[in-house]
């Protein structure tokens, strides 16, 4: 296996090649949904146990003492068969004992029927009880008959699969009510998330139209996206002003209400966070910055409607604000 995906001090080369103070890191997908639930148990315990150590001990900022360099999503062990009364004591004692560990890293399968499967609603409670992040990242894609016979390597599974996952399982937990039941839960969505702002009118739209769910919400579809928290990999200062403008409208939706968009498109930017998507996708040659990390850093810097203050948020302030790191 490639050190940089493990090793720790190549983590930090990479972060200070880049100029990035504090990380955050996880275990890389498919997580534990290979195992049996029993297996997968002990096995997010050890991991987290160990994610913990090598963030604890982890350098200081030198210009915050108080702030390690890298701290950590952790496992549980949301695997297909898991007995869902058993996921809230993993919730707790994970927040308990590994305070390096900020929040979670799950897939969009959940326990098997997915984030919306009834039986989590004790998951959830827990998650939003504790404050841990649950950072949502695809694996499964769509599927191979999506992409047809033509060899296009990893583009269209991983440019347009990653992010339609990651769209459908947010759509089908606010569909399910999850938010309006939990509203203190912090859900952070990979990639932008994915299409749900570009889709956000029509899902209002289609719900408003379907009797079999035009009552079930507390509020109009739109509301929902200013509760959330989304990554900033999106690679375009396009793509992350709409997204942001998509965010800022939400509380115009409140209580189902049709008042129009919000005149403070910039309030979006609040809930967006930088992201390298290291240790993928590494340069050809040694010595080059990641592509990734500098088009990600270039497109928040050419957003037009984002201050220098909003563009410093979300480089870093909003992250350190969401997992609790400023004093």
């Not at 983590?11 to 200070?16: E, G, R, S, V």
């Not at 049996?36 to 982890?58: G, H, R, V």
């Not at 050419?302 to 997992?323: H, I, M, P, Q, T």
Request: net charge negative.
């Amino acid at each position: 296996m490639l050190h940089q995906y493990w090793d720790r001090e190549e983590k930090l080369k990479f972060m200070d090649r880049h100029g990035i103070d504090v990380s955050f890191v996880s275990s890389a997908n498919p997580w534990l949904d290979f195992l049996p639930f029993q297996d997968a148990q002990t096995l997010a315990a050890q991991l987290n146990s160990d994610l913990e150590a090598y963030c604890a001990t982890s350098p200081a900022v030198p210009a915050a003492p108080d702030v390690k360099r890298l701290y950590g999503f952790g496992l549980l062990p949301l695997v297909p068969g898991a007995p869902a009364s058993e996921l809230p004591a993993a919730v707790k004692q994970l927040a308990g004992a590994h305070p390096h560990i900020r929040g979670i890293i799950v897939g969009t399968r959940g326990a098997g029927a997915g984030l919306d499967d009834p039986e989590l609603e004790p998951l959830w409670a827990a998650l939003a009880e504790t404050g841990l992040v649950v950072f949502l990242h695809p694996h499964y894609g769509l599927g191979a008959q999506a992409w047809g016979a033509q060899d296009n390597g990893h583009v269209l599974p991983l440019a347009l699969g990653f992010p339609f996952e990651t769209t459908t399982a947010i759509t089908r937990l606010i569909l399910a009510g999850v938010l309006d039941r939990h509203p203190g839960l912090r859900i952070l969505l990979a990639h932008s998330g994915g299409a749900l702002p570009q889709l956000s009118s029509r899902l209002a739209s289609c719900i408003d139209h379907d009797p079999v769910v035009a009552g079930r919400l507390a509020h109009d579809a739109r509301w929902y996206l200013g509760r959330l928290w989304f990554d900033a990999v999106a690679y375009g200062a396009a793509e992350l002003g709409f997204v942001s403008e998509a965010i800022g409208r939400a509380d115009a939706y409140a209580d189902r209400a049709r008042v129009g968009e919000s005149e403070a498109r910039a309030a979006g930017s609040r809930r967006m966070l930088f992201g390298t998507d290291h240790p993928f996708f590494p340069p050809l040659k040694e010595t080059e910055k990641w592509k990734s990390v500098v088009e990600n850093l270039e497109a928040i810097s050419e957003v037009g409607s984002w201050s220098d203050d909003d563009k410093s948020a979300v480089r870093g302030g909003n992250a350190l604000r969401l997992f609790g790191l400023l004093s």
